[in-house]
């Protein structure tokens, strides 16, 4: 017998080492290096002579390569075609990740039992009369969708030969394992096994495969960092399990942005995609309250209205407090001293509470000029005026900077029923004849006036 070959692996980020230590070089923690056997067997885990198309691969000159238009495969869903960039590429691996109970499982069963294609869904966390119970949940009927639970990959590609599936789901990559490597499903060998196999079987046969994956408590994807270096498209699915709308973000698109953003709602049928967020984003009251503003905001191409809320009080406990939900927290401290410093607002014994409704987190400086405004609001209890939206970066020395796609940004705002919008006047605007009311301001001091007089 062959002596059987083990290696030493972190569970955290993947890195392998020839003998066991305390703490990882590569991430820093500790206690996170365990042994794994990694003796593979001679055969390999799918067709490799010489390829899946009888076809021996040769270089081609860059030159010779056809550059005509890939064809994706409409997933039937528009949110998630946004986000892939148009559609599921041909023979492309894309990897799926989200919190617990989030909806990853839903999304997609109810795309593959939607899906025009003969689809095969894997599950080895589920048995097929759960998954059956959830189907009917979401759409009664489908003629195109297959459901095995298995775990082996080797069982998994013969049920692939046998049924010629054109789109593949795998639900979870954690949970696969292969007879090639003698360690426990999960593990970082394994997960880098069972991966390497279902990319060498997507590209040779043209078939795509989509991957569930855990997340570790972190937020980041349960495996080795590779992982994710290895499949062309990382998708995270977000949101609170406490709300009902679920965003999909990509984190990597090898064929497509990177930018684009799906927002789905969970009902009891299933997900809804949300074609018009911003009217879900902007709560809707009968009186005005004090402290709220209006955003307009860029996720990839899409412009959104979001609600900024503010509340600002004298501070009880001595030390002013400071808190964010969904904005970046070191950016309101900048804002709250600029306010101070170039504006003379005295906000620095005063606790400034900040949040962006519908549980979405933004990261875009043109809504800086809308977190002011819900400040000073606040700060003034003197409600915006209703039909004000806003769209401006703040600057260190109080001048407001104009923000990329201002036209997209109007043009939003005038189809949801503004009537005015704060822009830079520095920004070049190419828009005639708007219904909408332009108001050009250059510091923070005109948005003061012009709003509390």
Request: hydrophobic share 35%; with cysteine; glycine share 8%.
């Amino acid at each position: 017998m062959s002596k059987v070959k083990t290696s030493f692996f972190c569970q955290n980020c993947g890195t392998q080492y020839a003998k066991w230590q305390g703490q990882c070089n590569a991430c820093k923690e500790w206690n996170t290096i365990a042994e794994e056997i990694i003796q593979k067997q001679e055969k390999v885990a799918w067709k490799s002579e010489p390829t899946a198309t009888g076809k021996v691969p040769r270089p081609l000159k860059i030159n010779e390569i056809d550059s005509a238009q890939e064809i994706r495969m409409d997933t039937t869903d528009g949110e998630l075609n946004r986000v892939l960039g148009g559609g599921i590429v041909p023979g492309s691996l894309t990897l799926l990740g989200g919190e617990p109970g989030i909806g990853k499982s839903t999304l997609l069963l109810q795309i593959s039992l939607k899906l025009p294609y003969k689809t095969l869904y894997v599950s080895g966390e589920e048995s097929q009369k759960q998954i059956k119970m959830r189907a009917e949940r979401i759409t009664p009927n489908s003629d195109n969708c297959y459901i095995l639970t298995e775990t082996k990959t080797q069982n998994i590609f013969k049920q692939i030969e046998a049924i010629q599936p054109e789109i593949v789901i795998i639900d979870s990559i954690q949970t696969l394992h292969t007879d090639y490597i003698e360690s426990t499903a999960g593990s970082i060998s394994q997960i880098r096994e069972t991966t390497a196999e279902l990319i060498k079987f997507a590209k040779e046969t043209n078939i795509p495969v989509i991957l569930i994956g855990h997340i570790t408590k972190d937020g980041n994807i349960a495996g080795p960092k590779i992982l994710e270096h290895m499949v062309d498209t990382v998708l995270q699915f977000e949101g609170d399990r406490n709300h009902v709308y679920r965003i999909l973000r990509s984190l990597k698109n090898r064929f497509g942005s990177t930018a684009e953003l799906g927002i789905y709602e969970m009902l009891g049928s299933g997900l809804r995609e949300v074609s018009n967020p911003s009217e879900i984003l902007i709560s809707h009251k009968d009186e005005e309250m004090s402290g709220t503003a209006i955003a307009t905001t860029m996720e990839g191409m899409r412009p959104l209205m979001i609600e900024i809320q503010s509340l600002v009080s004298t501070a009880v406990y001595g030390t002013p407090q400071r808190s964010t939900t969904g904005y970046n927290a070191k950016r309101l401290n900048m804002i709250l001293a600029v306010l101070e410093k170039r504006a003379g607002f005295r906000l620095g014994a005063k606790d400034v509470f900040l949040n962006v409704t519908g549980g979405i987190s933004v990261d875009d400086p043109a809504i800086d000029l809308a977190v002011v405004a819900a400040i000073l609001s606040s700060n003034e209890d003197i409600p915006v005026t209703k039909g004000f939206c806003f769209a401006g970066e703040v600057g260190l020395s109080g001048e407001i900077r104009p923000v990329n796609r201002v036209d997209q940004r109007i043009q939003e705002a005038e189809k949801l029923g503004f009537n005015t919008i704060f822009v830079s006047k520095y920004n070049k605007i190419a828009l005639k004849n708007t219904g909408i009311k332009i108001e050009l301001v250059a510091k923070i001091e005109d948005v003061a006036s012009i709003l509390f007089g």
